[in-house]
């Protein structure tokens, strides 16, 4: 029987690698391995039918060491405790990795936000928001918009926090409407983020950034933002794709022309967008086009141990949260695939995330020029950190990140203790 494919196991893995590496006992490591708090909830919602539905959600604590517990909530109907775990945990190693004072967080509910109504979202981010409000707040755990939430969500998810406790308290999530607190520059910070390190990565393997042919699999926030920024460097993006399937001209797509029409409506899918020049492709044969650069920017084990000996891009830059499954790892080095990871590849968002808090704490906001600026300040250097110690250790960037990220954070438990 095929293995069940489980994201924490994929977490374990690369933290024990990491592990080994810098030393560590088992005891070093062994609290860092659990989630600290998982809490499961049912909300009940009156649909516009008329009928009761109970969906399932989730929030999961990985790590408050090194701050408050920071990450997305994921509305999606794969969402399950062991993806909210590794995602939770993921945050974890993101936060330490390019040092920001949080630890990881994650939360989910098990739903499918392109089959409901606004009101129906609605009714489920406040009944869910109300279940977890026990665990979440501005010093404690901090969401944010992850696949399937947005803004939107996110400035409901701060009423009925603030109703709850009575008075305004804009910093119990990030990536919220700017006129709620939101940071200007958020929206595009994830995006962001992958141009800098897709720069960066060029950069180091003496590739030109002007026309190199890039695929990029998911058209949502991550994914078209980080299309839109690389066109506007001078890439050819070759092909994008959505649930609804991909398309691709060798020519290069019109990516202005397909922005501009994801976003007339929530609804629309690439499935009925057309263009001269393009033809029809699955999301399997977008990850196996010949380009220079593969960008997943949508969910978990795309590339795996299937489909890792077709990947032909000999660069891959994780936009979305473990796309490459362990298995798929070790083909993909073995052929010389270079990988930038999830964990520092796709921390823009989380950063300015950060910077939404500071201001909302502060009582404050930034230019969005300043926001973008702070945070090529810390992409740019995180990323040559990563970069030297896998040169100088010779592992991959993957491992390399992640002795930079368990060290922070078994330095953080180290110093604190285990109390009592
Ligand atoms: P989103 O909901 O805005 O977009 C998801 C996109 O993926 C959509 O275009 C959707 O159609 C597509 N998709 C869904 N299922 C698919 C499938 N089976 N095959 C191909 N495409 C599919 O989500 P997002 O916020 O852009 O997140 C994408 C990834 O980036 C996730 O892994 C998320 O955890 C990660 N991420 C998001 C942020 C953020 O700030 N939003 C930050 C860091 C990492």
């Known amino acids: 029987m095929e293995k069940q494919y489980n994201p924490y196991d994929n977490v374990l893995k690369v933290v024990q690698e990491a592990a080994d590496i810098l030393g560590y006992s088992d005891s070093d490591i062994e609290a860092i391995k659990y989630p600290e708090r998982e809490l499961k909830v049912s909300i009940p919602v009156r649909m516009d039918d008329g009928t009761t539905h109970v969906f399932e959600g989730y929030r999961i604590q990985h790590s408050t060491s090194r701050g408050p517990a920071k990450g997305g909530i994921r509305f999606h109907p794969a969402v399950n405790a062991d993806e909210v775990r590794a995602l939770a945990a993921w945050m974890t190693f993101k936060c330490a990795v390019v040092n920001i004072p949080y630890g990881g967080g994650k939360g989910g509910v098990v739903c499918d936000p392109t089959h409901l109504s606004e009101n129906e979202i609605r009714a489920i981010t406040r009944r869910f928001t109300a279940a ?58 994830t995006g962001r983020g992958v141009m800098f390190t897709t720069k960066n990565i060029l950069h180091k393997l003496n590739m030109n950034v002007e026309g190199t042919t890039v695929a990029i699999q998911g058209m949502g926030n991550v994914g078209s933002i980080t299309a839109k920024l690389l066109h506007q460097e001078g890439m050819k993006i070759v092909a994008v794709s959505d649930v609804s399937g991909g ?174």
């Not at 707040?137 to 939107?152: C, L, S, Y």
């Not at 400035?155 to 119990?172: N, P, R």
């Not at 220079?292 to 077709?310: R, S, W």
């Not at 362990?326 to 300015?352: M, Q, W």
């Open 132 to 189: 977890i409000a026990p665990l979440i707040g501005p010093e404690q755990d901090i969401p944010a918009p992850d696949v399937g939430t947005n803004a939107a969500v996110m400035g409901w998810m701060m009423d009925t926090y603030s109703m709850l406790k009575g008075h305004c308290i804009h910093g119990v999530v990030t990536g919220k409407p700017i006129e709620l607190g939101g940071a200007l520059g958020r929206n595009e910070a």
């Open 247 to 420: 398309i691709y001209n060798a020519n290069g797509l019109d990516i202005p022309a397909i922005l501009a029409y994801l976003a007339k409506d929530r609804k629309n899918l690439l499935k009925d967008y057309n263009e001269d020049g393009m033809t029809r492709i699955s999301n399997e044969e977008l990850l196996e086009l010949d380009v220079q650069v593969l960008v997943p920017a949508a969910l978990e084990n795309q590339i795996n141990g299937t489909n890792a000996d077709k990947i032909k891009a000999p660069v891959i830059v994780e936009a979305a949260n473990g796309p490459v499954a362990s298995e798929a790892d070790e083909i993909l080095e073995k052929k010389g695939t270079v990988v930038v990871p999830d964990i520092l590849a796709n921390a823009g968002g989380v950063v300015v995330s950060y910077f939404e808090w500071v201001q909302n704490i502060q009582s404050v906001s930034w230019t969005e020029e300043a926001v973008n600026q702070n945070l090529k300040e810390i992409m740019d250097p995180s990323f040559e950190a990563v970069w030297d110690i896998a040169k100088e250790k010779n592992v991959t960037l993957r491992t390399g990140a992640y002795l930079i990220a368990v060290k922070r954070v078994v330095d953080a438990k180290a110093a604190r203790a285990i109390w009592p």
